[in-house]
């Protein structure tokens, strides 16, 4: 069985994706981390474990190409990016039948105490969010929600 990280080269190679070092670098550090993940976070790491100084920018397009790919939501609410729970599915991103977009529809529940983020794919929730959007005539750009508040762990 192939651990998270090989799953999502595998799936961002067959899309014909460019994975270079530095992409690799950043998937690494991503997936050592747990809530919400800021660049300046990954920058950090980046330059510690670089012999060479490592420009933001390079931080910043890395995290992007990620969340093209499905592997992070770039939410800009909390300034920051969430490792999608679908990530690294071996199935591909439509295992459990809410069609291909259903890893980019979510709602992302953050703790403001813990920082803790939960992904819930309520497809439900979305197809009426999504058919009251629609009656609206707004068009989305995002399809996530974030809800901030304290999880279970901190509240009690």
Known sequence: MMDAKQTILAQARAA??????????????VL???????????LAQMQQENAAPVAPPTAYRALDFWAEQGVLHKVAAVNGY?????????????CHGHGEHAH???????????G???????????????????????ALQE????????????RQ
């Open 16 to 29: 014909g994706a460019q994975v270079t070092a530095l992409r690799e670098q950043v998937l690494d550090i």
């Open 32 to 42: 050592r981390q747990h809530g919400v993940i800021k660049a300046y976070v990954v």
């Open 82 to 94: 969430v490792l999608c729970s679908h990530a690294s599915h071996q199935c591909g991103h439509d």
């Open 104 to 114: 980019h529809q979510a709602f992302i529940l953050v703790c403001t105490e813990c």
């Open 116 to 138: 803790a983020v939960d992904e819930q794919s309520l497809s439900n929730e979305w197809a009426a969010l999504q058919a009251g959007v629609a009656a609206s005539g707004f």
């Open 143 to 154: 399809e996530h929600v974030v809800l901030t508040g304290r999880c279970r762990q901190c």
